[in-house]
């Protein structure tokens, strides 16, 4: 069945650094590729989406690409804020009623 | 910005007591979903909603009920709460033929 596979964290960054967290899927069909940001105490908030193969979903300075070729959606930073500490989700649609198929999270923490 | 609300945001009571927690939403979206999510971060769907008068099981089993009888409400009601009922509960909507969902605030249960 389709899947999501996230790196593992906590990911632990100094403020203005680099981020990335990896993410791959497994997937029939063409899926929409889903990054979703968790604060917390907070429930869950589309940060950005990407809907074909090639496209490029941006959002408050965050951004991925989907690459169906090696199946993965990476989100990308240039440079990270204290704010930007959160949970991390990414996601697929799969061809099963529009149901979304979660990865496990990945929680970001950005020291000063 | 998705409006969709949860109450109560948190919630503590004793084994053997009726809940219901609420959620509702004011986008009249068709589809609705509840997520159960542990303290490891993941999301495990527990039932969803195609629109009124639809209800199916999600993912993973659980003991609670849900029913749709207006569009805009989903309440999830657990008839005899346990302690293994402790989690976060997160509600979400989205609209017909689109697949990203709109998650609300969550409600936190502590079962003691």
């Known amino acids: 069945g389709d899947s999501v596979t996230q790196m593992e964290g906590p990911v632990t960054l100094s403020e203005e650094a680099f981020l990335t967290i990896n993410c791959t899927y497994t997937a029939t069909g063409y899926p929409s590729l889903f990054w979703y940001v968790q604060y917390p105490g907070e429930g869950l908030q589309l940060l950005l989406k990407a809907t074909k193969a090639d496209d490029k979903g941006s959002n408050k300075g965050f951004e991925a690409t989907y690459r169906k070729e090696t199946t993965s959606f990476h989100l990308e930073k240039g440079s990270v804020q204290v704010s930007d500490s959160a949970v991390y989700f990414c996601a697929l649609s799969s061809n099963q009623g529009g149901k979304l198929i979660f990865g496990q999270g990945t929680e970001l923490s950005v020291k000063p | 910005e998705a409006d969709i609300y949860q109450t109560p945001r948190y919630l503590v009571i004793g084994t053997g007591k009726k809940i219901t927690l609420e959620c509702s939403q004011t986008?009249?979206?068709?589809?609705m979903y509840w997520y159960q999510q542990d303290p490891g971060m993941e999301l495990h769907l527990i039932h969803y909603?195609?629109?009124?008068?639809?209800?199916e099981k999600g993912d993973l089993s659980s003991e609670s009920t849900v029913s749709r009888i207006r569009t805009e409400h989903f309440p999830l009601t657990l008839e005899s709460a346990r302690p293994s009922h402790t989690s976060q509960y997160l509600c979400?909507?989205?609209?017909?033929?689109?697949?990203?969902?709109?998650f609300g605030p969550g409600t936190r249960l502590t079962v003691t």
């Open positions: 909603s195609y629109g009124v008068n639809s209800t």
């Open positions: 979400a909507s989205s609209e017909w033929g689109l697949d990203e969902q709109y």
């Open positions: 986008m009249g979206h068709d589809k």
